[in-house]
């Protein structure tokens, strides 16, 4: 009942930045967690940054400081400020969000993006 999409992924240079938004449609009465992980060819997802329903959040160890995560409430929408961007940025970015499927906020259900190319090069 809910579907994510993701935006503004591309290729971008070395150095350069972009960002990435997420809207999350359907039955949601509430987002508990949402935020990013990561593919990078022939490597495991890993985890880019998450933001809770408390504000805060979490980033992988490998962006931290470069890249950073927000969201808009009304729009049920995180973003991604990425930074400095390099080559090893390069993957396939999901958005992901664990989201309340009642107003008591009794239930929750994880759902992924169906991810976004970003891709780091000269």
């Known amino acids: 009942q809910v579907q994510l999409v993701e935006s503004g992924g591309g290729l971008v240079q070395p150095g350069g930045s972009l960002r990435l938004s997420c809207a999350a449609s359907g039955s949601v009465f509430g987002i508990y967690r949402m935020g990013w992980y990561r593919q990078p060819p022939g490597k495991q997802r890993e985890l880019v940054a998450n933001i809770f329903d408390d504000e805060g959040t979490t980033y992988g160890d490998s962006v931290r400081g470069r890249f950073t995560i927000s969201r808009d409430n009304a729009k049920n929408t995180v973003y991604l400020q990425m930074n400095i961007l390099d080559a090893e940025d390069t993957a396939v970015y999901y958005c992901?969000?664990?989201?309340?499927?009642?107003?008591?906020?009794?239930?929750?259900?994880?759902?992924w993006g169906q991810g976004t190319q970003v891709t780091v090069s000269s």
């Open positions: 992901n969000a664990d989201v309340y499927t009642s107003w008591v906020r009794t239930r929750r259900k994880e759902y």
